[in-house]
């Protein structure tokens, strides 16, 4: 099946963020630029508070779907994204680099539960559409045949029936609405704790006693040492050549074994000196590149899960607007079952078939959105795990 172009860029997004590159907004990345035409179920029908089709669903769900995607992506970018090391930053202590490993893995953990716990009871979410639509379709007729023939008990029978699914369907979604709003406070917690452990890094590598600064010190008092060296070297190298000139010179012998010595032990002690500085100096700028890569990563990781956060938020409101579309229409089903005894039989027909008829489009419209979501946008993240 050729997936849409807006999956396929996510996609790539993915294995891009993953690498530490960029870190999106999610409000851009969850744009759908393609506006499709509205659903008005009781553009015709003379009785809207009977209605029994999807006003509203449809937006609801569209909502749901470009969020999904989204939070797909952030949840994978933190799964994959690699560990943020400091080993070897000897500026870091252990308990640091201990609770950055340890809110690492509980944000990891937390990305996982989304896409192995929640994100199912939102394909379920839709699926719960789908299928009420079947149901709908199969009742069709049943109602049409009943309204025609007066037959308000078989009315009455499937408006319950049909009543009953919606309320079911209602209830899965406020209990996956208060299960988000739960995970919700996992990561803000995350959130939380690795803006405390970027903070902490920040203020070492920044601060004027420890971090990048001092390194940058000690790189320039070894870079010192090594000049100072240089120059003791030199004036060493000189003093062996003297002391190797004078020795060949019987009367200045004795002094010229002393300047022999002492070049000798000068050229060493420098050569040893600039190795050990120069092997500092490799050492520290290494600490300083790893510090702020390291750095980087811990910035995108807390800049994801701060960003899964606020696309939970707005996941949040678009199923509590699915949960409200449910809950409309179930209001509208019982008051057309409480009042179809009160409804003059003969204008039955007219109040049930017209509404009907405007209702099956509007549903199958709603349930092939639904079914192109379920195939290409909700489900196409298993196949990036």
Do not use: C
């Amino acid at each position: 099946m050729k997936k849409p172009y807006k999956v396929m860029a996510l996609s790539t997004l993915i294995a891009t963020i993953a690498a530490g590159s960029i870190t999106p907004s999610y409000a851009s990345a969850a744009e759908n630029t393609t506006k499709s035409a509205p659903i008005y179920a009781d553009a015709e029908n003379n009785y809207p508070e009977y209605s029994l089709g999807p006003e509203g669903l449809k937006d609801a769900i569209e909502k749901t779907g470009s969020n999904m995607l989204v939070m797909d992506l952030y949840a994978l970018t933190i799964v994959k994204q690699a560990n943020v090391n400091f080993d070897g930053v000897t500026v870091i202590n252990n308990d640091l680099q201990t609770s950055i490993k340890d809110n690492h893995d509980a944000s990891r953990k937390n990305a996982k539960q989304w896409l192995d716990g929640l994100k199912p009871q939102i394909i379920q979410t839709n699926q719960n559409i789908i299928n009420y639509n079947t149901q709908f379709q199969n009742y069709y007729d049943v109602l049409v045949e009943a309204a025609n023939n007066k037959d308000k008990e078989t009315l009455k029978a499937v408006l319950t029936s049909l009543d009953d699914s919606i309320s079911e369907n209602k209830g899965a979604v406020d209990k996956l609405v208060q299960d988000l709003k739960a995970f919700r406070g996992k990561l803000e917690l995350d959130t939380q704790n690795l803006k405390t452990d970027a903070n902490k890094i920040t203020d070492i590598l920044s601060g004027q006693d420890a971090g990048i600064p001092l390194m940058q010190k000690q790189i320039e008092a070894n870079q010192t040492l090594i000049d100072e060296n240089n120059k003791v070297y030199i004036a060493s190298s000189v003093a062996t050549a003297l002391g190797a000139y004078l020795t060949a010179t019987i009367i200045f012998a004795p002094i010229g074994a002393g300047a022999l010595g002492g070049g000798i032990y000068g050229v060493t002690t420098s050569q040893q000196q600039i190795k050990t500085a120069q092997d500092e100096i490799i050492n520290l700028s290494k600490n300083i590149s790893t510090a702020q890569q390291q750095v980087g990563k811990l910035t995108v990781l807390k800049n994801n899960t701060n960003n899964l956060t606020a696309t939970i938020d707005a996941a949040i409101t678009a199923l509590e607007n699915v949960k409200n579309q449910w809950q409309t229409m179930g209001a509208k089903y019982k008051s057309l079952n409480d009042n179809v005894d009160r409804i003059n039989p003969d204008k039955l027909a007219a109040i049930i078939k017209a509404d009907l008829k405007i209702a099956k489009g509007s549903w199958e419209q709603v349930n092939k959105y639904a079914e192109n979501l379920q195939k290409s946008e909700i489900s196409f993240v298993e196949e990036k795990k």
